[in-house]
């Protein structure tokens, strides 16, 4: 089973508008300029998402936001919801990010609310997971993205609405990575759990990126790895050559 490389962005709380247009612009001349294999998929703030799905049009690139509620519509100020979110021009929402884990307190069991409304809204998302330092130092990296998984993906998951993004949060923004053995491991025991969840066609249907400090001299070394199936980029992603550098040196 063919599973088709994801190439995504995760501009997080960057950009204003000339920024993200700017971004997005250079992103569809770079994916026109050759012909591609992997998808793409940009998830900037909620604030450009129109502008950069303007930016985008004609261009193979997926629209992401980074978050939604997951009520339809109501009193929940300063939330956005999934409707809202297709209705920009979303076909993605990133869920249960480390940073809205840490920063907003957001439990495995309302991350996997939140992925339910949005697959019911028609919105795939990218659930991700990952083990802090302490964890990891304590032999608890397995463990802990197994009960993420367990906890945070809905039953009604499928490889078509879902993919995964393994984190591990000491590796965001660091410039540290994990051995590829490490990061192979955990998307082998990750896509165990799958199975055991979803069922063994859909775990091997499903998705599973790496995310943490990839850079275009890293991205080889992850994307070859036999279940890793794409990289959630932080950082590189704000700039649009070593973005398309991670995709071109991962051979898509
Ligand atoms: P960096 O690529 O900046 O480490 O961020 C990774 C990340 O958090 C993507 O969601």
Redesign the pocket.
């Given at each position: 089973m063919a599973r088709k490389m994801l190439i995504a962005g995760?501009w997080?709380m960057n950009g204003l508008m000339a920024d993200g247009v700017a971004l997005a612009t250079e992103i569809k001349t770079a994916v026109k300029s050759k012909k591609r294999t992997c998808e793409f998929l940009v998830c900037p703030p909620f604030t450009l998402l129109t502008s950069v799905k303007k930016a985008l049009r004609g261009v193979k690139v997926a629209l992401g936001a980074q978050d939604c509620h997951f009520n339809e519509k109501g009193a929940h100020t300063g939330d956005v919801s999934p409707l809202m979110l297709v209705d920009a021009g979303c076909s993605y929402v990133?869920l249960g990010?480390?940073?809205r884990r840490a920063d907003h307190g957001e439990s495995n069991e309302l991350v996997c609310q939140k992925a339910e409304a949005a697959n019911k809204a028609g919105l795939k998302t990218v659930i991700?997971i990952g083990e802090t330092l302490e964890q990891r130092d304590a032999g608890k990296t397995i463990d802990v993205c197994s009960k993420q998984v367990m906890g945070s993906v809905p039953e009604g998951a499928t490889a078509q609405n879902t993919v995964i993004?393994y984190?591990p949060v000491w590796?965001?923004?660091?410039g540290k990575t994990p051995t590829a053995q490490d990061v192979e491991d955990v998307h082998a025991a990750v896509r165990k759990v799958l199975a055991k969840k979803l069922g063994k066609a859909q775990a091997n249907k499903m998705r599973i990126l790496y995310?943490?400090?990839?850079?275009p001299s890293n991205a080889k070394e992850f994307l070859s790895l036999p279940d890793v199936d794409g990289a959630?980029?932080?950082?590189?992603?704000l700039k649009s050559v070593d973005f398309m550098a991670i995709a071109d040196n991962a051979g898509c």
């Open positions: 995760n997080k990133i990010h480390s940073e991700c993004a984190e590796a965001i923004g660091t995310g943490g400090s990839v850079k959630l980029i932080g950082g590189a992603s």
